[in-house]
């Protein structure tokens, strides 16, 4: 795993609009990010919230420093090979910023 | 590594989904409302990341076994012995005392045997 | 359920009335089933936190008291106002919790969010790690969506598992499936259904179901 994230100053790093990559990584202990989405790339609906990292508070830390939570949508088309509905349908999931990246192509 | 845990279900496959519902008996209540008062910003005694953490370890055999209530009652002890909130010893000899208040209160009130029909 | 380690024990069948002895510390409602270990382990561990000064057992009976006074029908006022007050719609879009402050309805600590149907869209919300939920709206979850089944399908073949509550959603509509895996509650505000032109709040809240805020039903008019 590399590094602790920036991030440590609250400044959310995606806007609305961008195209993100869920890190494909599968560290051991309490993780909030859903392994379906992991590796997936989506689009950054809207800043959630600021909280508390959960993966430091479920171990009797007090998750800091805060960290930004976004709402990522993705095509269901992305997510499962050979989805059986509409193109258009959508999963949206909040996710906190240590675990999303810049999607290729994406410059920033 | 891709490990997926056993918590994690979202996409697997799975049967019908069973549209049932039960009205929660008071034990379960009282899960609910304890871990509002342990998890609440006055106490602090516990965090609700702490709660999932500790269902999340129970492991798949517990997981799938314990109904819902079962398993946060479960976390809840492991993460109140874990903290030093409460100790292994006391826990066991309460727990045996309340098991036989729980039998004398139940064949006091005939419920026992009433089984299901009480309203 | 699980391990039940009291089976066998004969229980005398006449009704005591035996009351006769010192009161216990906290006493809640007699269990009608069989005395588990888990429902052994939640009195014990009460007890002790009773004991210990961590809660009062007044506490707890009024954390129990409230509780049970969280229930659909909280929402669906939430909806029916919506339904009725455009503005009021946007504020609760904008600010659910602020916004249900003002129907004198608390919607606790934890933020929830309204998701708006529309033509053309339908929310469903599900919790594929637990199974978060607008408890303080709603109140507790029904089984399902705590099950297995609901959290690992809704994301993967959501038009099939609404086929499964009898819902249909047009090809033409999206569907959106919101996790609710992090630090935010969801809850949806379904399409007011034709055929409720005129209809007082109250009447229009009755048509508002769990399932239609949890997106597994729409709301429906009765026909004659």
Redesign the interface.
């Known amino acids: 795993m590399t590094a602790a994230p920036a991030s440590t100053d609250h400044t959310p790093r995606f806007a609305p609009g961008d195209r993100v990559r869920v890190r494909a990584a599968f560290p051991p202990g309490h993780i909030r990010t859903p392994y379906f989405v992991r590796g997936r790339e989506g689009r950054v609906e809207s800043l959630a919230a600021i909280h508390p990292n959960p993966e430091g508070r479920a171990y009797g830390g007090d998750g800091a420093p805060k960290r930004p939570v976004y709402r990522i949508a993705f095509r269901q088309a992305d997510l499962w090979e050979g989805y059986a509905g509409p193109p258009g349908d959508t999963t949206v999931v909040d996710i906190f910023e240590h675990w999303l990246e810049p999607a290729e192509g994406d410059a920033r | ?5 056993h ?16 009205d ?4 379960e ?6 871990l ?3 998890a609440d ?1 006055e ?1 602090g ?1 516990m ?1 609700v ?2 709660l ?2 500790g ?2 370890d129970l492991g798949p055999g517990a997981y ?7 398993r946060w ?2 976390s ?2 492991n993460i ?1 012995l874990e ?1 030093s ?2 100790e292994v010893d ?2 066991g000899r ?2 045996a ?3 036989a ?16 029909g ?1 309203p | 359920m699980s391990e039940s380690k009291d089976h066998g024990h004969d229980h005398p069948h006449g009704h005591g009335h035996g009351h006769g002895h010192a009161p216990h510390p906290f006493q809640p409602d007699i269990e009608d089933g069989p005395i588990t270990e888990h429902m052994v382990l939640t009195r014990a561990v009460t007890e002790l936190m009773i004991e210990k000064g961590v809660f009062a057992a007044e506490d707890l009976r009024q954390k129990l008291e409230y509780m049970q006074s969280r229930n659909p029908g909280l929402g669906a006022r939430l909806v029916a106002r919506a339904w009725t007050d455009p503005a009021f719609a946007a504020r609760l879009i904008e600010d659910a919790n602020a916004a249900a402050k003002e129907l004198d309805i608390d919607a606790g600590v934890v933020e929830i969010r309204a998701l708006a149907d529309r033509p053309g869209l339908h929310n469903v919300i599900v919790c594929t790690l637990c199974s978060c939920y607008p408890v303080m709206l709603l109140g507790n979850s029904p089984d399902w969506y705590k099950s297995r089944e609901y959290r690992s399908r809704v994301v993967r073949e959501p038009r099939a598992v609404l086929a499964e509550f009898g819902t249909e959603i047009p090809e033409g509509t999206e569907l959106r499936i919101h996790d609710s895996t992090a630090e935010l509650r969801y809850f949806v505000i379904p399409e007011r259904p034709a055929g409720t032109e005129g209809w007082s709040e109250e009447r229009l809240a009755e048509i508002v179901t769990r399932d239609c805020m949890i997106g597994t039903a729409l709301p429906k008019v009765a026909t004659e």
């Open positions: 590594m891709a490990k997926r845990r918590h994690d279900m979202g996409g697997l496959d799975a049967g019908p989904v069973e549209i049932a519902d039960h929660h008996a008071p034990w209540k009282q899960v609910n409302a304890m509002r008062l342990l910003s106490r005694v965090t990341d702490e999932r953490r269902i999340e799938d076994e314990l109904s819902y209530y079962e009652i479960s809840i002890a109140l903290k909130v409460i006391e826990l309460k727990m005392e309340v098991e208040r729980m039998h004398e209160a139940q064949a006091a009130s005939g419920k026992a045997e009433a089984g299901k009480a």
